[in-house]
Each structure stands twice: as structure tokens, then as C-alpha cells.
């Protein structure tokens, strides 16, 4: 935090106090976070800095519950911040945005990946922050690349600003808040991913996957990862609509059962439970061979019991 950083921040006078969640992640760059906030309210009381045991892949502030924000506010990213700040609880965008963010209700998440040099990731945090901050449909996660190489990398992010919708479209540019929206309205469900998919479970509305995978007759490419999900909870929501397929769209089940069976090697004891319960709500008779071959190879005793149920579960429902 050079001179100007330091100024600015005091002369910053917001309209009320802030409250930001410290966000606690298993990561060598969480210490410079830590030290970033107590510098602030060194310099200025106006925002609490609040710890958060909350697990996250990524050291960073919580702005809102659906605004994560995994970047140092400095040189040209300062000043969009504390302009985002402003706007957490104010009323900034114009009608025609409003209504078109009231359209959405899928959830979406949006990674908007920026660098502290370019000129042009300052405009974009101004946008998005607003609009997220107005539609708590909008998940959305700013991302310093130069900060966090490894990560940029993983999601192929050769330049900034770059915006990615649902880790899957992209703008390398500016972006129109219509067209972004657009964009979002009119989304493939099936080409959901698994952080999107979570939020749905996490909202209640598994129902809504369940029909979804129906009317388009396709498991969502993110659906599979909810089955084997380290959450307990994100897998129980998914097992209810394993259940519902069982039941309601078996040969749409059916084409999970294979999927499964591939993924089952290797993970850990309740994930591959549940997996042999899953199975046994759509599995056929190969998926049943499957199983009765697994357990001679299984170890533990509850995952010999979770296999042998999965079989009665599949001959019940194959019994004429």
C-alpha cells in the first residue's frame, strides 16, 4: 500500500459503516489479506473487518454473501472498490438494468478475473459489483490473475479482464450490461456447471434440476459432480433427484448408472456409498453386475452393506 493508497483511504468517507468478511482459505497468500485489513482499519474505522471461518478456495473479502472479492484494492483497483462499496446499498443502476436482473431466476456464478495494471478491469468491477449486489441470483467472484497465477491458469485466463459466465462463455473485453444479462437469461441448462447446479440444491429447489433433465432428456454435464460433492448435504439434494429420475424418467436414470461406475474408484468411503445408493435407484441389470463384482473387492463392512442394498434395490425394481 503505496502513499496514494494510504491518503485516499483516509480521506474515504462513506454514507454509514461497512462490515467485510475475512475469508479463510488454506492458501500461502491468506497472511497478505490478513495484514491488508489491518492496515485499513488503521488508516480508517469505517469498515469492520470481520474474520471468517467460512472454507474457501481462495484467500479474499466477502462484500455480500454472493460477492467475493479475491484481490488487494490497490493503485487503479482502489478507487472501483470503494466505489463499489458505496453502492452495496445504493440504488445505482438505471430502470432497464433493474428489470431485466428481476427476469433472472437461475442462479449464475461470475468470475471476473482482473490485474492491478490494466485499465480496463476498473470499468468492469464498477459494473458487475452493482448488479450483483441488486441480484442475489448473480454469484460473483473478482479474481486478481496476476495474484493468483495457478488459478488463472487452471481456468485457461490468458489476459484481463476476463469474465466467465457459469466456467463456461467468456468476454476478454468490455462487456454491455444488457448483452451480459441477455446472456444470462438465456442460458443452456444442460451445460450447467456443478457450482451452479450446488446453488440451486442449497436454494431448495432440486425439483427444478429434475425437470430441467427431463424436458431436455440430457444428466447436466455439472450434475454428476453433485453426487460427488465433499458436502454431505449437496449430495443429499442430488440423491433427491437421482430418486426422482429413478422414478419418473428411469431410462434417463439409466444413463447416469455408467457415469457412476467410472467415477467410483478411489473416493472416499461416503461419497462411494452414496454413489452404490444412487445406483441402486437407476442402475439396470449390467449395473447390478457391476456392483456384485465390486464387492469382492470392497473392504468395509458398510460399503459391503451399501452394495448388497443397491442389488435389492435394483432387483425390486426390475421384478415383474
Not at 491488508?36 to 469498515?47: D, E, G, R, V
Not at 436482473?101 to 442462479?107: A, G, M, N
Not at 425439483?207 to 424436458?215: A, F, L, S, V
Request: net charge negative.
Amino acid at each position: 500500500m503505496d502513499k496514494a493508497d494510504k491518503k485516499t483511504i483516509q480521506n474515504w468517507t462513506p454514507p454509514g459503516n461497512f462490515n467485510i468478511s475475512i475469508l479463510t482459505a488454506d492458501h500461502p497468500e491468506q497472511e497478505r489479506f490478513t495484514r491488508f485489513a489491518k492496515a485499513w482499519t488503521n488508516l480508517n474505522s469505517n469498515i469492520t473487518w470481520i474474520p471468517n471461518k467460512r472454507e474457501s478456495d481462495l484467500p479474499g473479502f466477502a462484500l455480500k454473501e454472493n460477492i467475493t472479492y479475491s484481490a488487494l484494492p490497490l493503485e487503479r483497483e482502489l478507487a472501483p472498490f470503494l466505489s463499489s462499496l458505496e453502492s452495496l446499498g445504493a440504488n445505482v443502476l438505471s430502470q432497464e438494468i433493474r428489470q431485466m436482473l428481476d427476469r433472472i431466476e437461475l442462479p449464475c456464478e461470475l468470475t471476473l478475473y482482473i490485474a492491478l495494471q490494466c485499465p480496463h478491469c476498473p470499468a468492469m468491477v464498477k459494473t458487475l459489483i452493482p448488479m450483483a449486489a441488486y441480484c442475489e441470483k448473480i454469484g460473483l467472484h473478482i479474481i486478481d490473475g496476476s495474484l493468483f497465477r495457478q488459478k488463472a491458469e487452471t481456468d485457461k485466463v490468458m489476459a484481463a479482464p476476463c469474465l466467465i459466465l457459469d466456467k463456461d462463455f467468456r468476454w476478454t473485453e468490455a462487456v454491455p450490461e444488457t448483452e451480459l444479462i441477455s446472456m444470462i437469461l438465456n442460458r443452456d441448462p444442460s451445460r450447467l456447471g456443478t457450482s451452479t447446479l450446488k446453488n440451486i440444491i442449497e436454494a431448495g429447489d432440486a425439483e427444478w434440476i429434475t425437470k430441467e433433465m427431463i424436458k431436455t432428456g440430457k444428466i447436466f454435464d455439472g450434475f454428476t459432480g453433485l453426487l460427488l460433492h465433499k458436502t454431505w448435504s449437496v449430495r443429499l439434494g442430488a440423491m433427491v433427484v437421482v430418486e426422482s429420475l429413478g422414478e419418473q424418467a428411469p431410462d434417463l436414470g439409466l444413463k447416469l448408472a455408467p457415469i457412476l461406475m467410472e467415477r467410483f474408484e478411489g473416493r472416499d468411503i461416503p461419497i462411494q456409498g452414496d454413489i452404490l445408493y444412487a445406483l441402486g435407484e437407476i442402475g439396470g441389470l449390467e449395473t447390478k453386475a457391476w456392483i456384485l463384482q465390486q464387492i469382492t473387492h470392497l473392504s468395509h463392512e458398510d460399503l459391503k452393506d451399501a452394495a448388497m442394498d443397491a442389488v435389492d434395490a435394483i432387483e425390486s425394481r426390475l421384478a415383474p
